[in-house]
């Protein structure tokens, strides 16, 4: 008998509660990111004290950045994902607490974010962005850790056997839908105990792209920018190199990755977050190359 997919624990989302205060997991993720900000910004800093930075400036770029990836985040989801949706509800989109942040439209707010800072202190908008290139892939992991924890945005439907093959039963609703679309899927589903319900019921098993996404653009993207900024570099190729490292990453953890179920696959069978990579890669590249033509 084939052994059973590993069912994800369903944790709560809240984390602790302080009296009337809960504090949930996803809030903890980006705290948690915003504080491997400062310690590593701390230890950037001392690596590379050419670049000019001070902790003032740090701390006055973190708040730039809060708000460039909590505004850009939330509104890239109401633009690029649910438009229609929120253009008809506007007063959902403050409803950020409900969920829906977009990795996007936040690198648009922090970009406008950088901008600004730069523009205040004096400093080029590539030199800002190259101080920050390498310190944003952990909090990306923070990101996707709380997915995981949060059992969202989970993978496409994988072998029952595959010995990396989860089931969500947080996506009970998802995978209903996909049977009844494609009534093959049938033979996939896998029958378990459900703690919650104290019921057997049955689920499709899946990727946990939230881990690959975790690993790929979290951990192995902070390794490459971490090592490649260890010596001076012309100004722009740390941040060409984000671009190219992210979108690459992230275009083909993607093909792992479940699709919004509103907007499925897009033209040439990619997702929206594919589309959206695409771009960033070959703006990546052109950014590099600019940068060493210009200092040769």
Do not use: C
């Not at 996909?178 to 093959?184: G, K, L, M, Y």
């Not at 939230?210 to 490459?224: R, S, W």
């Amino acid at each position: 008998m084939p052994a059973l997919p590993f069912i994800h624990p369903q944790f709560d989302p809240v984390a602790l509660s302080l009296g009337p205060l809960a504090v949930r997991w996803y809030g903890l993720m980006y705290l948690l990111a915003f504080l491997l900000f400062i310690v590593l910004g701390r230890q950037y800093m001392r690596r590379r004290p050419d670049m000019g930075w001070t902790r003032e400036a740090q701390d006055d770029l973190l708040f730039y950045g809060m708000l460039g990836v909590i505004l850009g985040g939330r509104l890239g989801y109401v633009l690029f994902y649910k438009a229609s949706f929120y253009f008809s509800h506007p007063l959902e989109i403050l409803k950020v607490w409900e969920g829906g942040m977009a990795f996007h439209g936040g690198l648009l707010g922090v970009l406008i974010a950088l901008w600004l800072f730069g523009r205040k202190t004096g400093r080029h908008f590539l030199q800002v962005g190259d101080f920050v290139a390498p310190l944003v892939p952990t909090g990306l992991a923070a990101g996707r850790l709380g997915n995981f924890i949060n059992g969202e945005l989970w993978g496409r439907v994988t072998a029952p056997d595959a010995p990396w093959a989860v089931i969500f039963p947080q996506a009970w609703q998802a995978d209903a839908k996909q049977v009844a679309a494609d009534p093959a899927l049938q033979g996939s589903l896998v029958q378990y105990f459900e703690p919650v319900s104290q019921q057997m019921v049955t689920g499709l098993p899946r990727h946990a792209s939230q881990l690959y996404q975790f690993a790929l653009e979290g951990l192995t993207l902070f390794v490459i920018l971490w090592l490649f900024s260890r010596k001076p570099r012309p100004m722009g190729a740390v941040s060409g190199l984000f671009l190219i490292g992210y979108g690459s990453f992230r275009f083909i953890a993607e093909f792992a990755r479940e699709p919004d179920d509103f907007l499925g696959l897009l033209a040439g069978h990619l997702s929206m977050g594919q589309w959206l990579s695409l771009p960033m890669i070959l703006a990546g590249v052109a950014m590099m190359i600019w940068a060493y033509r210009r200092k040769a």
